[in-house]
């Protein structure tokens, strides 16, 4: 047979549409074709293949004018994870394996020169798209992406380490043996089974933190709400210390969270499978640009808010990021997710995160301090604080002063309150959100803040008294009764109360605008 059909996967975000390489084998002038809009990395699978099919001890049809379209012709393929299915497609299309016996299965996998199979990114994506698609086929993938793909249950996954394991399993009726591959063949073709890990190991402690009550506090309801958190305060103070403990205050992911945040680490080829099932801490540098924050390129790639999805991204020196990155950030905060639009795709990436914010107060970063005197002008102060627009500022929901201890505190300060402790508070608050409303406090929107909220007349009274005086947006008060709420929660309170409004008030302060 001079034409096959073998099954593929591409990338576009976390949809991985189905691909199908065909290869046509005519005579004519010998040659190798290779389109359907591949990438370049994707054409030099011409070579490679080449060289693995003959490193390999199998019969490569130089004499054949060779044709390969991955189809549909309009999607844009990129990676090494083609060569695998293009190399069987070769060899079904000139008969060295059997065609009808690759139906019901798919293959992606980059080939060595000498035939290994090397692992490619996206595994874990892949399979999880294959279930929520409830797509029934067998993944053939190389060790490393297989172990990725086996971690999403009921997943059918077969471990390959070398081309001629597959084609082993594949072979014409009638055919003994294949060639030698220089290894046992259960090994090198392996069923391997859905194995879920379980989250290990356990972040730096928030005990390590002297100190600093308020702002624990603040981050104690941030974690049971999943609200946002801005922390000024001068350079020392242990802004970075408590943003770097935040993410063990959250409560444990579910499979399904652990499997999103995962597959969005294969996708960009961050997955380690150590860290599965712990939230991710992301933390860029404040040169990031805006499309390395929230993703893009072609095809597009995840960005750092979609790769801190169930997790927590920490952004330092905040004002300090270009304008157009943060101004990036005010969409996923509201919707969670974040759709990357070019001209000839389009590609939708997850990015519920919480962000946790960092900065000093003025360019020098004594403004209010009682350990040194600021030294900025007026002028100077309002720029650097207007770095933030109130579109930004208005969409966190915790803004929480962090002064510096003074080193006689910092030394005879006891121990702090361990994350442990912590986490079990938030855990149980919530536990009585969702048993309420279904999902956190944060995520509520409209007529649910008035249905599950349960305000007392007189905080009523109060925050609308406070929202006027202050000035307030409708977005800063639905913001400040949801933390509300959330103290309501921390509290085992049914109703939210005038303290609780009140607090929740208090971290909705003003940046200061002259020293």
């Avoid at 499979?255 to 801490?281: H, I, K, N």
């Avoid at 207007?386 to 208005?394: F, I, N, R, V, Y």
């Avoid at 305000?455 to 509300?484: C, M």
């Avoid at 929660?489 to 971290?507: F, K, M, P, R």
Wanted: proline fraction near 7%.
């Amino acid at each position: 047979m001079s034409l096959a059909l073998v099954q593929s996967r591409a990338l576009l975000g976390l949809q991985a549409p189905a691909v199908t390489v065909e290869v046509h084998l005519a005579n004519g002038l010998p040659s190798f074709t290779l389109v359907g809009l591949a990438d370049v990395e994707v054409k030099e699978a011409r070579e490679r293949v080449r060289s693995a099919l003959q490193n390999a001890g199998l019969e490569f049809p130089h004499n054949k004018r060779i044709t390969v379209n991955l189809a549909p012709a309009d999607l844009p393929k990129d990676s090494g994870r083609f060569d695998l299915p293009i190399a069987l497609g070769i060899l079904a299309a000139s008969g060295q394996v059997d065609a009808a016996r690759l139906a019901g299965y798919e293959f992606a996998g980059e080939l060595s020169l000498s035939g290994e199979l090397r692992p490619v990114r996206g595994a874990l994506a892949t399979s999880l798209a294959l279930q929520s698609q409830q797509v029934d086929v067998a993944l053939v993938l190389p060790p490393g992406s297989a172990e990725e793909a086996a971690l999403v249950p009921s997943a059918r996954v077969v471990r390959a380490r070398h081309l001629l394991d597959v084609v082993r399993a594949f072979l014409p009726p009638g055919s003994q043996a294949g060639p030698d591959a220089g290894g046992e063949v259960g090994d090198g073709w392996t069923r391997l089974q859905p194995t879920p890990l379980a989250a290990t190991g356990a972040g730096p402690d928030m005990a390590d933190v002297k100190g600093q009550a308020t702002a624990k506090r603040a981050l104690e309801i941030a974690a049971a709400g999943a609200h946002s958190v801005l922390m000024a305060g001068p350079p020392g103070s242990g802004k970075s210390m408590l943003a770097l403990r935040f993410a063990g205050l959250l409560p444990a992911m579910t499979v399904d969270e652990a499997l999103q945040s995962a597959a969005v680490a294969s996708l960009a080829g961050r997955f380690q499978p150590a860290a599965f099932g712990v939230r991710p801490t992301g933390a860029p540098h404040h040169t990031a640009s805006a499309v390395a924050l929230v993703g893009g390129g072609s095809p597009p790639r995840p960005g750092e808010i979609s790769l801190a999805h169930n997790g927590v991204l920490f952004l330092d020196e905040l004002p300090e990021f270009p304008r157009a990155a943060l101004e990036a950030l005010r969409e996923p905060l509201e919707t969670g997710h974040i759709t990357i639009a070019r001209a000839a795709q389009r590609a939708d990436f997850p990015a519920r995160f919480q962000l946790v914010a960092a900065m000093n107060p003025c360019p020098c970063g004594f403004l209010g301090s009682s350990q040194r005197a600021c030294r900025c002008t007026p002028d100077q102060i309002h720029r650097y604080q207007a770095k933030l627009s109130g579109p930004l500022l208005d969409r966190i929901d915790l803004h929480v002063e962090v002064p510096a201890l003074p080193a006689d505190q910092l030394v005879q300060a006891p121990a702090g309150e361990a994350t442990a402790t912590i986490r079990a508070r938030v855990e149980a608050a919530r536990a009585r959100a969702v048993q309420r409303q279904g999902k956190a406090n944060q995520a509520l929107q409209g007529q649910e803040i008035d249905t599950h909220l349960h305000l007392e007349d007189a905080a009523a009274k109060f925050l609308n008294t406070a929202a006027a005086r202050l000035g307030w947006s409708a977005r800063s008060t639905h913001r400040a009764l949801k933390v509300a709420r959330t103290i309501a929660d921390l509290a085992a309170s049914d109703t939210t109360q005038v303290g609780h409004v009140a607090e929740a008030v208090q971290y909705r302060r003003v940046l200061r605008q002259s020293p």
